[in-house]
């Protein structure tokens, strides 16, 4: 959750954030994009959890993250503010993977659809707690007030996995080669398709996830406290998402759920603008859209570990920088797209669903659940 707080703020206060630190709405959207082209080097990052075990790939996440949040506190400018985006980004993209493989180790098929929606649920609650919570401190001390908390979360979590993670210390036998397994993902049809589905999904997101609080406050004119009740609208929706994916994946089918979320996530697109035309509508769309997305997001995790078992580590860490890479094409084309009308981002939000349902297709034709 306070990974994924520092990773979500900047969303709903990206003209705070503008404003702040003296910089136009172009420059934050390359600043994104730049934090989501540093998860390209997740794979190698994976590294660290398959010779070292998972609980180290953990905990140097967390080192990463408490560094990148400290920047600020230390040297509030909009240099420093890009690196913590950038520092806090590989935190997520390193521990996300070790978590997710450490799951994927000890847990059943079967069953991992719900243990995965619950390690999710650190997704919903930072927008459910962490953001109205950033918001608050924001309208109280300005831009900068959220990172010296963050920066004492930060320190708090890493030493509170050290103690509580078990130790998982990998044999010198059974270490990985990288380059290997690398190419074991990359050259398997069924795994490449799955990485391709994440990328779509995640532009298919992004394209309205930067744009949603200037549209909001640019439409309804909302305040700093109001787009943080915003984003608790939109956690609470994304808590909804998870909650299906624990009660239903498992029993569904893995790839039969994400297929679902996608029509779904395109449905409620189409619907965001016409729902969007007052304020109770606009929070109504907001909801579903994001209770779609989550669900389809979070339906594709157990997929994915089950996809190549014997790379397991590396294969969740191609799919956290494919994910990256999706977001980092849609900040880059969210605010010119955005330029055209609300509308426009939603429509291109379709497209990309769109070319992730191609991509199941074609996982479904060489993976059997």
């Not at 998870?242 to 697109?269: F, P, Q, W, Y």
């Not at 009308?341 to 349902?357: D, E, I, M, R």
Request: glycine share 10%; charged share 10%; with cysteine.
């Amino acid at each position: 959750m306070v990974v994924n707080t520092s990773h979500r703020m900047v969303y709903p206060f990206l003209p705070v954030f503008s404003r702040g630190l003296g910089v136009d709405l172009p420059s934050l959207s390359l600043a994104l994009t730049t934090r989501g082209l540093v998860g390209v080097f997740g794979p190698f990052l994976a590294s660290i959890a398959d010779s070292r075990g998972r609980k180290t790939g953990m905990l140097f996440g967390m080192v990463l993250f408490s560094g990148g949040v400290s920047l600020v506190v230390l040297y509030p400018t909009f240099p420093a503010f890009v690196l913590a985006l950038i520092f806090t980004t590989l935190s997520k993209y390193t521990f996300d993977p070790a978590m997710q493989a450490y799951l994927g180790d000890r847990i059943a098929y079967r069953r991992r659809g719900l243990a995965m929606a619950i390690t999710e649920l650190g997704w919903s609650f930072s927008f459910i707690v962490g953001v109205p919570l950033v918001g608050y401190l924001i309208a109280r001390g300005g831009w900068m007030a959220p990172f010296p908390l963050l920066s004492i979360l930060g320190l708090v979590s890493l030493l509170g996995l050290a103690w509580m993670l078990p130790r998982d210390q990998v044999t010198g036998v059974n270490k990985p080669n990288l380059l290997l397994n690398l190419r074991s993902v990359f050259t398997y049809q069924p795994a490449v398709a799955g990485l391709l589905v994440g990328l779509f999904i995640s532009t298919a997101n992004e394209v309205v996830n930067l744009v949603f609080g200037v549209w909001m406050e640019s439409s309804f004119g909302l305040r700093i406290a109001a787009l943080g009740v915003a984003s608790a609208v939109i956690g609470f929706s994304e808590l909804g998402g998870e909650t299906m994916v624990g009660a239903l994946v498992d029993r569904l089918g893995k790839a039969r759920s994400v297929g679902i979320g996608l029509i779904l996530n395109c449905i409620a697109a189409l619907a965001l603008p016409v729902l969007g035309t007052n304020l109770p509508g606009a929070f109504v769309g907001l909801f579903i859209f994001y209770l779609t997305f989550e669900f389809t997001l979070v339906s594709t995790l157990p997929l994915m570990t089950e996809i190549l078992p014997a790379s397991r580590a590396t294969l969740m860490a191609a799919n956290v920088a494919s994910h990256s890479l999706g977001r980092a094409t849609g900040a880059l084309i969210a605010v010119p797209i955005f330029g055209l009308g609300f509308y426009a981002s939603t429509l291109a939000a379709v497209l990309f669903n769109l070319l992730a349902l191609a991509a199941l297709a074609r996982l479904r034709r060489g993976f059997v659940e």
